[in-house]
Structures are given as C-alpha cells and as structure tokens.
C-alpha cells in the first residue's frame, strides 16, 4: 500500500496567519489526491480534489499544489472556523491511504 | 439534498461479527461507488472497503478478509460486516459516497459516522 506522511502533525498558528501543510506518498500518485478537513466530532469534509481542484463550496483561501510525490495544502490566511485537523488521500490506487492528519490549533 | 445515515449497534463482543447499515437518502445509490471507513478512538483513518452500486466490490488487506460488503438498491442501502472482531476493531466507522469530478475521484458526501466498541 502507498504510505502516506503528512508534515508537521501539529501546528500553532493565529488567525490570520498563512499555513501550509504537506503530503508526501511513498511512490508517484500523479496528481490523485485530496484534502480533507476534520473538526471535533464530525466527518470529514472534502476540500481538494485532484491535488489542486477547490471543492464546490470551499472557501478560495485553501488551495493546494503538487504532483507525483509531493503536495502542499496551503490557508493563505486562516480564519476561526480553519482550526481543524487536515488529511490527505491518495486516490490513485487501491488500498487508499490517508495521511496520519495535521492538528491545525490556536496560537 | 442526499444524506447518509450509519447505523447498527455500538457495542460488540469480541470475536462475534460487527455488523452497520448506511442508508442513502434523498437521491439514488445506483451509479455510485460506496465506501466505508473507520477513524480508531483519537487516531487517524483508515479506508476498509468500497462496493458499488452494481455489487463489485475492493477490500482493503490489511482486514485479512474479515470483512464483507452488500447493497440493496431497493431499500437505498449498502452494508458493512466485519468478523471476529476485536478490540482494535473499536472506532468510529464512516459510510461515504465516492463522486467522479472532472474525472477525479473523491469523498464528497459522508455520513455522521457512528462509534462501535469492541468489549465484553
């Protein structure tokens, strides 16, 4: 299975504060992959799709980049309701594999 | 708008079967991929299976062949069985829909998700 291993697995940021988030798989994945957002107690929420396409509905501050082996989801100025745990998705082979999350808090 | 609702019971005994329904409301299940996935108590997730709308299914390996998935495209619903269950077994189990954007796949559409424990 392709492992997925994202970076930094916590964060501290402020509110208006530029974050960026990384996802490295263990072999090329072309750019099949998604992010998704977890709050407390809820499911996930797509995101990202297809490493750079923003889901319908999300807010255009989140975008995310890369190919291959290497992608980024970046918040180019985080708000409250961002403060959230974000996974990536490998969706270029079966298993998928997720990233093990990054835990996105407040400074 | 389509919604999904998890549901079966939160508690099962080691070693018996842990059996979950996801109902899919408010639009058709045919035409679409389903999937469950489980989130272990304060750990990160794990993708367990897909089936679709037709039957075929993937599983994932690491179940060692302990689960089983079924649809039932009258009632709206697809379901999950996982044998001889344990106590790692114990999470939040997911039931999502797999959608085709502009010909990438995605989860676009889950449900609440609901907590199994594992205990006797």
């Known amino acids: 299975a392709i492992q997925m291993t994202q970076s930094p697995s916590s964060l501290s940021a402020s509110v208006g504060d530029r974050v960026t988030i990384t996802c490295r798989a263990s072999?090329?994945?072309?750019?099949?992959l998604g992010w998704y957002q977890q709050k407390p107690g809820k499911a996930p929420k797509l995101l990202i799709y297809?490493?750079?396409r923003l889901e319908s509905g999300v807010p255009s501050r989140f975008s995310g980049s890369g190919s291959g082996t290497d992608f980024t989801l970046t918040i180019s100025s985080l708000q409250p309701e961002d403060f959230a745990t974000y996974y990536c998705?490998?969706?270029?082979?079966?298993?998928?594999?997720f990233g093990q999350g990054t835990k996105v808090e407040i400074k | 708008q389509v919604q999904l609702q998890e549901s079966g019971p939160g508690l099962v005994k080691p070693s018996e079967t842990l059996s979950l329904t996801c109902t899919v409301s408010?639009?058709?299940?045919?035409?679409?991929?389903w999937s469950w996935i489980r989130q272990l108590p304060g750990k990160g997730l794990e993708w367990i299976a897909y089936?679709?709308?037709?039957?075929?299914?993937n599983y994932n390996p690491s179940l060692n062949s302990r689960v089983t998935l079924s649809v039932d495209s009258s009632k709206n619903q697809f379901y999950l069985k996982l044998r001889s269950v344990t106590a790692a077994d114990t999470a939040v189990y997911y039931c999502?829909?797999?959608?085709?954007?502009?010909?990438?796949?995605?989860?676009?559409?889950w449900g609440q998700g609901t907590l199994v424990t594992v205990s006797s």
């Open positions: 297809g490493a750079s």
């Open positions: 072999q090329g994945i072309r750019n099949d």
């Open positions: 999502a829909r797999t959608t085709n954007i502009r010909g990438y796949t995605a989860y676009d559409l």
């Open positions: 998705l490998q969706e270029y082979n079966y298993p998928r594999t």
């Open positions: 089936i679709y709308s037709s039957g075929s299914t």
């Open positions: 408010g639009g058709s299940i045919s035409t679409y991929y």
